[in-house]
């Protein structure tokens, strides 16, 4: 094996073992979304919607996934096992594809996304306007920090005002509405989106590069091995 494909071999194991991890954090975040008990109290409201279960379902697919393509590639790398490399780059290629349609529909439909945000924002508002709740308290709180605003437009509430970020007094008085903020911050950030997704998409390209790689690597291996009688 020359020092391209040990270089490759290297490079794998480090990146299954990151995938890996980023896999089992997807699987944990979707199994404590559905099943924690914190989570219910966090945001007060009902999250047994279809749109929740379908997001959730999402992130524990993913993850799973990821696990598996992480588990097989190390298998392959670690034990130069020209098969299990094999299935590896499938997997991974079909992950790829995932990625950049991804990234594609994030940037898309951000319009959409931001919308879905901006009714979740109202909602937890407007429940808070009458409940004070403070799980709600602790969202709006989120937002604001997030996003650094505060309500949505016109006279806040006194009691609405310790949720929002910290500042001076005029800074208090003339605080951007968070629906606009929302929507401003998703159609700024959209090609950074956009970015992101195919920039990892380019990083498991190059882990399927050296996978194919080592792949040739192990069979010129094979074949130039001398022959035992």
């Known amino acids: 094996m020359d020092g ?44 047994n919607t279809a749109q929740f279960n379908i997001g959730v379902t999402v992130l ?9 393509v992480a588990i097989i590639g190390d298998c392959g790398a670690c034990n130069n096992s020209k098969s299990a490399l094999a299935v590896f780059s499938g997997l991974l290629s079909f992950l790829i594809i ?26 937890i508002y407007a429940q808070y306007l009458n409940t004070r709740s403070p799980g709600q308290a602790v969202t709006l709180k989120l937002f604001h920090n997030a996003f650094d605003c ?3 437009g016109g006279t806040i ?10 500042g001076n007094l005029l800074k208090q008085l003339t605080y951007s509405s968070c629906p ?5 911050a998703f159609n700024s950030n959209a090609p950074l989106v ?5 920039g990892m998409a380019g990083i498991m390209l190059l882990a ?13 291996s094979f074949y130039s091995s001398p022959s035992i009688y």
């Open 60 to 68: 524990v697919v993913t993850g799973v996934l990821m696990l598996l």
């Open 180 to 184: 606009g903020m929302i929507h401003n």
């Open 150 to 152: 505060c309500g949505i």
């Open 98 to 123: 995932i990625e950049i349609a991804a990234g594609v529909m994030a940037f898309m439909w951000h319009d959409q996304v931001s919308d879905e945000l901006v009714k979740f924002y109202t909602t």
């Open 157 to 166: 509430e006194m009691f609405v005002r310790d949720t929002c970020p910290d």
């Open 194 to 198: 956009l970015g992101g997704f195919l």
């Open 208 to 220: 399927l590069i050296c996978s194919s790689v080592l792949c040739s690597s192990l069979k010129t």
């Open 4 to 47: 391209c494909a040990q270089m490759c071999k290297c490079f794998l194991i480090l990146f299954n073992v990151l995938f890996a991890l980023v896999g089992f954090g997807l699987v944990a975040l979707g199994m404590w979304l559905r099943f924690g008990a914190e989570t219910r109290g966090f945001f007060d409201i009902d999250l």
